[in-house]
């Protein structure tokens, strides 16, 4: 399902596809998310300067009256960084500490691109007669550049390398 996303700049990340879908007795959420780097990011990463994005994901129960109940609030977070002495791109994913090495930028980003089968929730704690959404964003840490960089990346738009939430609802 095409999911619905606001408006994003033009160096934002960009959720193309997202869906959550049951398998077995647990919903899995598998998402394509495309990262457009500016001439700055990548100037500043091959210098060496790491980049942190958070993949937040959330799975709310819509409700009429009140706010929407969040179930699920969960966050994949990757580093990405090049080194100059071994000529690769390490990305390394900060919540299970899998490191992968790649000889190109496209490849390491490839690598942050695709979310396959994350495990999000059991089938058993959701009703059926409820209606949930799925929620999505790509978060570029800016609090993690060095210090002398953070404040040039809050006002240059260069730098705004983060997506909108996407919201779509889930299939039961």
Same mark, same amino acid.
């Given at each position: 399902?095409?999911?619905? =996303?606001?408006?994003?700049? #033009? ?18 959420? =598998? ?14 990463? #091959? ?8 993949? #937040?994901?959330?799975?709310?129960? +819509? ?19 090049? +080194? ?18 790649? =000889? ?44 002398? /960089? ?7 738009? #260069?730098?705004?390398? =983060? ?6 609802? /889930?299939?039961?």
């Amino acid at each position: 399902m095409l999911p619905f =996303s606001g408006y994003t700049g #033009q160096f934002a990340a960009e959720v193309k596809r997202a869906e959550i879908t049951l398998q077995g007795d647990i919903y899995v959420l =598998s998402a394509d998310i495309v990262y457009r780097l500016s001439d700055k990011a990548k100037e500043a990463l #091959q210098s060496g300067v790491p980049l942190f994005w958070d993949i #937040q994901v959330r799975l709310l129960q +819509h409700r009429d009256v009140l706010w929407n109940k969040m179930l699920v609030d969960t966050a994949i977070r990757y580093r990405i960084q090049y +080194h100059a002495l071994l000529n690769m791109y390490r990305v390394r994913n900060e919540v299970d500490g899998e490191v992968y090495n790649f =000889s190109t930028l496209p490849a390491a980003l490839d690598l942050m691109s695709t979310i396959s089968d994350f495990p999000l929730i059991e089938e058993t704690e959701l009703a059926s007669e409820n209606q949930y959404l799925g929620a999505l964003r790509v978060s570029f840490d800016r609090e993690a550049l060095p210090l002398p /960089l953070r404040p040039v990346a809050y006002i240059d738009p #260069q730098w705004y390398l =983060s997506s909108d939430w996407t919201l779509w609802p /889930l299939k039961k």
